[in-house]
Structure formats: structure tokens, C-alpha cells
């Protein structure tokens, strides 16, 4: 998912995009587009840091979007199978990663039995839905005990501060992480982390150098429909993963949150 307005991992590069490229619309991020890779790196960091969980285990990635992540987690997992609501999204994660078990579906009705998997991964979609507590109840429901929930949502208080609404017209519901901690407990989670992506130094430089916001430097220039300037396209293209960092401390200063929400063993 995308929380963009308007390249591949070093390690193991993403096949080539063809014909078959999804559509940039907003509501997913994609790589490979220059003017998107902030989006993509800030995205993209969560799953590197999150993929050891994945190890060895059947993962359901709820919300698959483009599908690079499920991919990526296809390196380490036992299996992964795919979810989502758009059926040109699965078609495409069919076609480009092969290796993922790739299903149409709501998340609200998760197509998968009870205790099957081990991990469930939703990163950046839980703002998208209407009904989150269903979704939450849903994943507890196909984790097996002992079973881990990971999510990433964009944090309330920096991404949509001071209003009721969130400035992204795909999202229904932000949260902060108190809130979100609230919500993951109130569906039968316990919350085993709660941490936080942040810029690193290079990226609080760009801060500073584009105007005091970096991310404002691209979404102002999106929304007025005007070309970027050359400086600013070089400077989102050199944006890496390592530019990004997660931590626990300061998570109300947080972009967005990340968490790790455990089905405890029935005792």
C-alpha cells in the first residue's frame, strides 16, 4: 500500500517491470518510478526489518498491494500466501511473483481456516478499512497460538496533524499508537512492541535543505501538478532503506508505526 499523493532491493533484485506494471493512483505504492521512491524505501524498511520474524513460518500478508513485499518475504518464509480485494492487484503479483500463493478476497472475511498460519503481515492498509476491528479479529482468528500480528500504519499526529479527517482520501481511520495499541488489545492481541519509523541523518539534512520538509517538498508539487525540480528529483531518487530508522523512543514524533501484536497461548 502506498500512503504517496502523486530500485529494487540490492540484495535480490525484483524481476524487471514490463507491460504489466500497476498503475501509481495513490492508494499503493509501486517501484521502480522515480518520483515514488521515498514512498517505496519508507515502506520497504519495514518489511527488511521485520523479515526475520518471517522466518521458517506460513505467512498470510493481508493487504498485498504490488506484491514486492510478499516477495521479499518469500525469501525467508516456509510459505506465503497473498490477499487482496483488487483483482488486477492479484492477477499482477500472479504474474510477477510466482512464489507467492496469490488469493482474492475481503479482509474482513479472511479466507483462510482458523490457527493456519503462523504470521500475518499488514502493512500499510489498516487505515484503508472501514471496519478494523473485524479485520484485527480476523487475523487473530487464521493465527495459530503463539502466532504474531505485524503491522505499519501511518502515525495519526505526524501524518494528518491537527485535523479529524486524514488528508489521504484512501484512508478511513489513522491512529496514533496509543490508539492503535487500544485497538490491538481490545481485539485479543497482546502488543509485544510498539516502535516507530524515522528519518535518519541524511534524510533530516533534505528536511532542512528542501524547506524544512522533505515530504512536503513532493506532496506540495503533486497536488499543485507541477514538474519537479531536477534537485529534488536526484534527491528522492538517492533515497535508500538505510536513510530510514526504527526505534521506540519518541513514537508520538514517529512517520509511521510498527507493531508487533502477539496471539498468546491459550494456558
Not at 16 to 23: C, K, S, T, V
Not at 82 to 100: C, Q, S
Not at 143 to 150: D, I, N, V, Y
Not at 241 to 262: E, P, Q
Amino acid at each position: 500500500m502506498s500512503e504517496s499523493f502523486v530500485s529494487d532491493r540490492e540484495d535480490a533484485p525484483l524481476p524487471p517491470l514490463g507491460d504489466e506494471q500497476l498503475p501509481l493512483t495513490g492508494e499503493r505504492t509501486v517501484p521502480g518510478i522515480p518520483e515514488e521512491n521515498y514512498w517505496f524505501r519508507r515502506h520497504e524498511v519495514v518489511y527488511r526489518e521485520l523479515l526475520p520474524r518471517c522466518a521458517g513460518q506460513k505467512v498470510l500478508e493481508a493487504g498485498a498491494g504490488e506484491g514486492y513485499g510478499a516477495n521479499m518475504i518469500a525469501d525467508v518464509a516456509q510459505h506465503v500466501t497473498g490477499l487482496d480485494y483488487d483483482a488486477t492487484a492479484v492477477e499482477h503479483i500472479r504474474t510477477r511473483y510466482p512464489r507467492v500463493e496469490m488469493l482474492h478476497g475481503n479482509l474482513a472475511e479472511l479466507p483462510l481456516g482458523g490457527a493456519s498460519v503462523g504470521i500475518v503481515v499488514n502493512f500499510q492498509v489498516i487505515e484503508h478499512l472501514w471496519d478494523q476491528a473485524q479485520f484485527l479479529r480476523e487475523c487473530f482468528r487464521v493465527l495459530s497460538p503463539g502466532g504474531e500480528l505485524l503491522v505499519s500504519t501511518p502515525n495519526r499526529i505526524t501524518f494528518s496533524p491537527g485535523r479529524d479527517t486524514p488528508l489521504n482520501p484512501f484512508h478511513t481511520r489513522e491512529l496514533d499508537a496509543a490508539e492503535l495499541t487500544e485497538l490491538l488489545e481490545e481485539t485479543g492481541f497482546t502488543v509485544s512492541l510498539m516502535t516507530g519509523v524515522h528519518h535518519g541523518e541524511r534524510l533530516k539534512a533534505l528536511d532542512a535543505k528542501h524547506g524544512g520538509s522533505f515530504i512536503g517538498a513532493q506532496i506540495d508539487r503533486a497536488l499543485a501538478g507541477e514538474p519537479w525540480p531536477e534537485e529534488l528529483t536526484r534527491d528522492v531518487e538517492g533515497i535508500t532503506v538505510d536513510d530510514f530508522t526504527l526505534r521506540k523512543g519518541d513514537i508520538d514524533a514517529s512517520l509511521d508505526l510498527v507493531a508487533i501484536a502477539v496471539k498468546a497461548p491459550v494456558r
